[in-house]
Structure formats: structure tokens, C-alpha cells
């Protein structure tokens, strides 16, 4: 079997780089060798046989490590490509939500006057005159006696409709489930 595959990589190694220069580097290496194969003849058959029993555990060993390097750097670019994979689905999903706030216009509000804030308040609280003055951007808005959730949807149409907020806003209580309105809000004419 060993004179077999030398036959074979003989003939191999003659094709590839030619007759004499084979002949030169199996001269070579022979002449580094005999050192070598010299000392091997001097061992007893007790000692060549523990070299070769070494030789094969510490060529396992080399390939086991190497196997195993193999299998490591295996799980390692695995754990790298499922992080690439999770960080990729989260930009995708992230990139959809930029794009469906870039799609969402932006709010348009009606613009504050004295006259729709005063609708809108008799409406809401079913009174007929409340008191609203607009001064300096200061929309004041007071109601005496007005039910306490018609209050609370007031507001909250307020900052629908003309996206304002109270900076200032004082709710009393003048009788059972009645209130006492004071807010003031801050708008641009």
C-alpha cells in the first residue's frame, strides 16, 4: 500500500516539475535526512515503538485541536450571523416606521378667533355668553355653573381643533357637579 501511493506521487511529482528536478530535491532531502534515519537504525524496537505511539497521540492532538478550532469558529460566525440577521430585521422594522411617520402629515389646526372659540364653548358647556378674551396671546376662557365632563371634552376639543393647551387652569367646584372654569391658554394670531 505505502509502495503503491510512493509509486504513485512519484509519478505526479515527475509530471508537475519535471525528471531532474525531482531527482535533485529527493537528493536533497535525502542528505538532510540521513542524520535522521541514522539515529532512527540506532533505536532499539522497544524505543520506536514508543516514538511511534507518541507521534500518533500528538498527531491526534493536532488534529482534534484543529477540528475543534473549526467547530468553534463554526458556532462563533453562526452566533455573528444570527445577530447580523436579528440586527437587520430590526432596521427593516425600524425603517418601516420612519416611513410611515414620513407618510403621516403633519396636524393643521384651526385658527384661534374670538368668535369660533366662543361657539365652541357654548356648544360644549350649553351656555349661551362665556366670558373669552384674547389679549397679548393670552386666550382667556371663564364659565360659572357648567357641568364638570362637559369641561374635561372642552379641553380636550380645544387642543384637537386648535392644538392649544391651558398654561394656566383652575377647575372649583361652585355646587354639587357644577364647576367654576379659569383657564388661560398661550396662542399666536
Known sequence: MIKKLTRYLTFSLVHLIGKERL???TNNIKIKLQPLI????KFTPREKQLL??????????????IIGSCI???NRVYNKYATLQSYKISAKMLNKE????NQVSTNTYSEVSVSRIQGDVS????????????QDNLLTIKADNVLFEPVILLLEQLRKSYGIFPNKLKITQSKS????LNATFMVTQ
Do not use: C, E, M
Open 98 to 101: 420612519f416611513n410611515d411617520l
Open 177 to 180: 357637579g357644577y364647576v367654576t
Open 38 to 41: 541514522n539515529r532512527w537504525t
Open 52 to 65: 511511534l505511539v507518541i507521534s500518533a497521540i500528538f498527531s491526534l492532538f493536532i488534529i482534534f485541536s
Open 23 to 25: 531527482t535533485a530535491f
Open 123 to 134: 356648544q360644549a358647556l350649553s351656555i349661551q355668553t362665556p366670558t373669552i378674551t384674547i
Open 72 to 74: 468553534d469558529l463554526t
